[in-house]
Structure formats: C-alpha cells, structure tokens
C-alpha cells in the first residue's frame, strides 16, 4: 500500500486525524507520495470516495495522482474521486448543475471588452488623467477578481487614486461586458470560480475531505471557494518558499496565515528531499534563507551518489553564452528529455533555441507563448465550438473577421442577421433561412457612452450576380447587407459548404481533416505565411514562407492527432480549452520559463541570464513585484536540478551595447564575493 512507502514524517501527515491539516513539503520532499498516501489513508478508513475531492494547478498533476492510487485501489473506486484544477472541477460541476455556460479564452472576451470600452468617449470629461487602455483595464479586472472579494470600485480606487474621476465609466464598461456575458452565456476562468462559489453556498452538497496541492499558489478567490465547500476535514500541502504567482493574483497570505485562520490547525513539515544532490541544495538554501521565515525549515539531503558542484559559466557576450550552453548540450551524456534551460524571461529562450537548433538538437518550448494561442489553431477551435454551440457571437466573430473586407465589426452583425434569418438558429440562417428582411442593426444612439454605429441602408442583392454561387447561398438574404464585399460573400460560401460537409459528421478528428482541407483554411494559411514571411521591404520572402506553411500544418496535424482521443466534439473542445496550456509541442531539450517549470525535475538544469536586471527583474520590482518573490523564483529554478546545476550570466549584450552586472543571487549563493570597500 501507498503508506508502507512513506518516510516517518509523510507518514505522520497521510494519516493524521480529520481536521484542518497542512503539509509544509519543501521542493523535492515527497509531497505527491505524501498526498497519494493520504488518498489511500482515507479509503482505506471507509470515506466514501466520492466525497473525496482533490484540487489541482493541473489536471496532469491530479491525473498522475490518482493513477497511483489506482494500483492499490479498484478504477471503480478511484474513478469516483473528484479531481483536477479548480477551474476544471468548477466547470464540472456547474454543467452537474445544468449551468448553461461556454467557457471563453481570455483572448476571446479582450475583444469583447475592447469593444465595449471603445463605445465610450473619454474625451468628453474634464479632467487631466490619461484612462487606461481597454487591455490594460480588462488585465486589472481580471487580477481584482482573482485577488478581492470587495467591490471593483473600491479595490480599483484604493490601487490608484488618481482614476477616481473616470470609476464610473470603468464600473459602466464592466457592467455591460458582465451583462454581455450573462446574455450569451459566456464564462471566463474567474467566472467558473465565482459561479461555483455562489453555486455552492445555496448548495447542501457536502465533502469529506479536501485536498489542495501547490496550496501556496491560491489566490483569495481559490481560497475563497474551498472555505465555500462543506467540508469536514482540509489537507493542504505547499511550501511558502514555492509561491511565485504573486503577479496572477497569489496571495502568500493564505498559507502564511493558514494555522490562524483555521480553527485546531496541524501543521506538518516534510524535511527530507530525495531530489538534489547536497551541493546543489545547499546553494539554493544559502539563498532562500535570506526572505523571511515563515516556516522554519532545515532540509535532510538523502541523495546517495556522486556529487557534482554547481558550475558558474561566465561570457563576454550574451549571445556567446547562448551559443556555449548549446555546445555543453550536444556533449552531454545526459538524454535530451533529461535536460532543462531555464530562464527569467522569454527573450532569454530565443538565442538559446536558436543555437540548439543551430547544431541540430531538438527542443521544446513550454511557458512562452501557448500552442493554442497559435492563430491556425484558435481558428480550429474556434470553428468546432461555434458547432458545438451555435450561438457562440465570439467564435463566430473570430472566425468571420479573417474574411477580406469584413473585420469585428461587419462579423458581428452577420452573427445577428443569421440569428435572425433563421429564428434564433444560426446554422438555419446561413443554409435555409427562415426570414427574408435584415434586422435592424443599430441599437439606440447613447451620446453620453459615444456609440458611433451610422445608419445601415440595404444592398442590393444583384450586386453579385457575376460570381459563381449556388442557388441557395445566391438566395440567402445576406446579400442584402451593404458592407458585404465579394471577397466576403466568397469566404461565407466556403464556410457554408464547410458545414454542409459536416451535416452527418460526429468524430472531432473527422471533421477537423474535412476544415484542414477547405479552401477556408488553405486562405487562412496563405494569409498567415505572408505575414510571417514579410521583410522590412514588404516583400515576401519564399524560403520563410515554405517554412511558416510547414509550422502551420505541422500545428494542424498535432491538433488532429489530440483529437483522434475523442469520440465527441464538445468534450474534446472543453478539453483543449481547460487543459490546452499543459501541453508543449515536440520532443528535446526543454525550454521553460520558470513559472513552467514549478513542479518538474531533471537530471540537468542550465539557468541563464543571471545578470542583475534580468534575474532578479529589477523592472518587475520596481511595478510593484517583490525582491523576496524574485528570491523565491530563482530557488524554485535551481531545485528542478537533481544531479548537474549550471548556472550562466554575460557580461554584454554587443547588439544593444548594454553591459552587465552579475546577479545579487549569485552572492548570495557563495559563488562570487562583493569586492572589498
């Protein structure tokens, strides 16, 4: 069993009585044992499993998890368990619940907000403060629902005073977008949490215990929502010295405070690491050990073997050190798979796929930017969940906008015209429409909120006759709408026979192949090389264009073969949308930022750029980030290395003529000594 495993301390943890429990488990202490154990403590005392819920930061995490448990334990016990992120738990639930709801990426309801914001006319107010950017004011909305439970206003005006003369137009752009969302059903992330909160609270559901792993990176409205869940017993495990999400809303406070604010807290403290080598945890103490303790810790090395001293390398030039780090690689004896470069910041990822690539090893990339945030692939996407609801404006809009002539605007209102040829159908407005006459496009003019839509005046649908259309989609009152161009017209036939095609079609990957192949898609591909293939000049450049086309198939592909895993096209679009940031593409070294590599480990782990300014980022602190948290990242960074540590600065940059001081954290750590006074 899972408990015969344990050291004395994980032991004493798995097993302690129901209660307010946390588990302090320093990087490399067992933690998933120690939680794996717990599982199995609590069915083997008879808690039914599922009233057993188990909260994640992903899903891989909790699958992993409970695949263990599943060795001891029959599928039909463990499959009862619920499990995953608090998003993907929340979402679960709430459509348990019947909760008419569609999941949005934040891309996706930015364009809303921007739409919203840029119907107001800031301009017509006396006063001297710049508003902020529509971006900028859905970026600060987002991080108040993830850290507040107090009203945006307040919250809003105490962050920054100066803004109170335009709070009333942000609240207004907020209620309408609110309002938006309510009226289409759409949901951001926050929204799943702060539904499932209030869902819960006028609930009778009862669990016997909750588990939260990573409990340090909660936000107060995680921390919110498990206070919602009625449960008798808590069993949280983090390490204070581990939360480096501050700037995604993390509270520290919530584990800080953790025996304060539950009643009979236990508070357990797990000090053996099986993971690094006594050098390497050494220096990663030597550092961390400067931030407060909160939690004192004296960590126990039980890693037998030789030992490797962490290597300092020093270059003239930044991108000699990138190139050096590649050439260490190619020689190393260490598998690919095995082997980490971890980085500060994303430019830093750049020169070093670069120079590995350069020498032919392969590489994957994980904590830049998102595969699915790949435009060939969120128009896929966006494509199978507009068929997966019909009503979905934002889909559509996405979707239609990369139509020539049309853009957000016009797509928005061919959205409404479907809807209202075919009765509130979609698909029956575009293939056999119902009603023959436009709707009125135009809402109410609003001088105080700036709308600025002009009077719409009918098309005549003869204007098309030239092209070659058939019958049904030369009859479709769409051709009436004014701002249509033949461009337009040509781009809704594409998609009109698309979903024709698709009309008896039932398996995602099936009909992904089907979009792949449609004129639809090849204008997309052609659209999008052009665009990564142009030179300053404005000439394209084949060579750059062949190899865009060939990344974006080999993305297609990979879309098709995920898909392959499902039988039915809405769970596999919630599934990439709710677990989509957990995969990276490819096989190799890994490249990771080190937010992406929380949680993992590797036989080798190079962290570059340690120059002050890069790591720590002194631009960070100074917006408000913190010196302890930079502290925290660069422990997390060096405690992924299990047996090798390097860890590498330049002394220039010959491009941008910058030169370098050496990172506070290497002083820290004894690999440099500040120079005598």
Same mark, same amino acid.
């Given at each position: 069993?899972?408990?015969?495993?344990?050291?004395?301390?994980?032991?004493?943890?798995?097993?302690?009585?129901?209660?307010?429990?946390?588990?302090?488990?320093?990087?490399?202490?067992?933690?998933?044992?120690?939680?794996?154990?717990?599982? =199995?403590?609590?069915?083997?005392?008879?808690?039914?499993?599922?009233?057993?819920?188990?909260?994640?930061?992903?899903?891989?995490? =909790?699958?992993?998890?409970?695949?263990?448990?599943?060795?001891?334990?029959?599928?039909? #016990?463990?499959?009862?368990?619920?499990?995953?992120?608090?998003?993907?738990?929340?979402?679960?639930?709430?459509?348990?619940?019947?909760k008419n709801i569609t999941l949005k990426q934040p891309t996706e309801l930015k364009t809303l907000f921007r739409s919203i914001y840029e119907k107001r006319q800031f301009k017509r107010l006396n006063h001297d403060v710049e508003p902020f950017s529509p971006t900028y004011l859905y970026e600060q909305y987002n991080l108040y629902q993830n850290a507040s439970l107090d009203g945006f206003d307040i919250w809003f005006i105490d962050k920054y005073p100066d803004h109170k003369p335009l709070i009333d137009i942000y609240m207004n752009i907020i209620d309408e977008y609110e309002e938006t969302k309510d009226r289409f059903g759409f949901v951001s992330f926050n929204d799943l949490l702060i539904k499932m909160r209030q869902a819960l609270l006028e609930s009778n559901q009862e669990m016997s215990e909750v588990l939260v792993d990573e409990y340090q990176d909660t936000n107060t409205l995680q921390s919110a929502l498990i206070d919602s869940i009625k449960s008798k017993s808590l069993f949280c495990v983090g390490d204070y010295d581990q939360s480096i999400y501050a700037f995604n809303g993390a509270n520290i406070q919530n584990i800080a405070t953790f025996a304060k604010r539950y009643k009979n807290?236990? #508070?357990?403290?797990?000090?053996?690491?099986?993971?690094?080598?006594?050098?390497?945890?050494?220096?990663?103490?030597?550092?961390?050990?400067?931030?407060?303790?909160?939690?004192?810790?004296?960590?126990? #090395?039980?890693k037998q073997g030789k030992n490797h001293p962490p290597r300092l390398m020093i270059y003239n030039e930044l991108f000699e050190q990138y190139q050096a780090i590649a050439k260490n690689i190619k020689n190393s004896y260490t598998p690919s798979k095995d082997i980490a470069v971890i980085f500060r910041n994303n430019a830093s990822a750049d020169g070093v796929e670069a120079s590995l690539r350069?020498?032919?090893?392969?590489?994957?990339?994980?904590?830049?930017?998102?595969f699915f945030e790949a435009k060939e692939v969120k128009f896929l996407l966006d494509v199978l969940s507009l068929i997966v609801n019909p009503k979905d404006m934002m889909a559509f809009i996405h979707i239609f906008e990369y139509g020539k002539g049309i853009g957000t605007a016009v797509a928005k209102e061919l959205f409404e015209c479907f809807m209202h040829f075919g009765e509130g159908h979609l698909f029956t407005g575009m293939l056999s429409p119902r009603v023959y006459t436009l709707p009125k496009l135009n809402p109410t003019k609003n001088v105080q909120l700036g709308l600025f839509d002009d009077d719409t005046q009918i098309g005549s649908m003869s204007r098309f006759a030239h092209l070659n259309l058939p019958e049904q989609v030369k009859s479709n009152p769409i051709l009436k709408h004014p701002k249509l161009t033949d461009d337009g017209l040509m781009f809704f036939k594409h998609f009109y026979d698309f979903i024709k095609s698709i009309r008896n079609v039932k398996q995602p990957q099936t009909m992904l192949i089907k979009l792949i192949n449609t004129p639809l898609y090849e204008a997309i591909i052609e659209m999008l090389a052009n665009q990564r293939a142009k030179l300053k000049s404005g000439e394209i450049d084949k060579d750059k264009k062949l190899l865009a086309k060939e990344r974006i198939a080999r993305k297609a592909r990979l879309l098709s073969d995920l898909a392959s895993h499902y039988k039915d096209v809405a769970h596999f679009v919630n599934a990439m949308v709710l677990g989509g940031n957990e995969l990276s593409e490819g096989d190799g070294v890994n490249l990771l930022t080190v937010h992406a590599s929380k949680g993992l480990e590797f036989t080798e782990v190079y962290i570059t750029d340690l120059m002050d300014g890069r790591f720590p980022n002194t631009k960070l602190v100074s917006k408000g980030g913190s010196i302890e948290e930079e502290r925290?990242?660069?422990?997390? =960074?060096?405690?992924?290395?299990?047996?090798?540590?390097?860890?590498?600065?330049?002394?220039?940059?010959? #491009?941008?003529?910058?030169?370098?001081q050496p990172s506070p954290f290497l002083y820290e750590a004894g690999l440099l000594k500040y120079a005598d006074n």
């Open positions: 069993m899972p408990l015969s495993t344990l050291n004395k301390e994980q032991l004493s943890a798995a097993t302690a009585p129901m209660g307010n429990n946390l588990i302090i488990a320093s990087a490399g202490t067992g933690k998933t044992s120690t939680i794996v154990g717990r599982i =199995a403590y609590l069915l083997q005392n008879g808690v039914e499993p599922s009233k057993i819920l188990l909260l994640t930061f992903t899903n891989k995490a =909790a699958a992993e998890m409970l695949q263990r448990v599943g060795k001891y334990f029959p599928s039909t #016990v463990v499959n009862k368990i619920e499990s995953g992120t608090f998003h993907a738990v929340s979402y679960r639930w709430l459509k348990k619940m019947n807290a236990t #508070v357990f403290t797990l000090s053996k690491n099986y993971r690094s080598s006594a050098s390497i945890l050494s220096l990663a103490n030597r550092v961390i050990q400067r931030n407060e303790r909160i939690y004192p810790k004296k960590l126990e #090395v039980t350069e020498l032919g090893i392969n590489c994957k990339r994980k904590g830049g930017n998102s925290r990242l660069f422990y997390v =960074a060096v405690t992924r290395a299990k047996e090798r540590l390097y860890l590498s600065l330049a002394k220039s940059d010959r #491009v941008k003529k910058i030169e370098f």
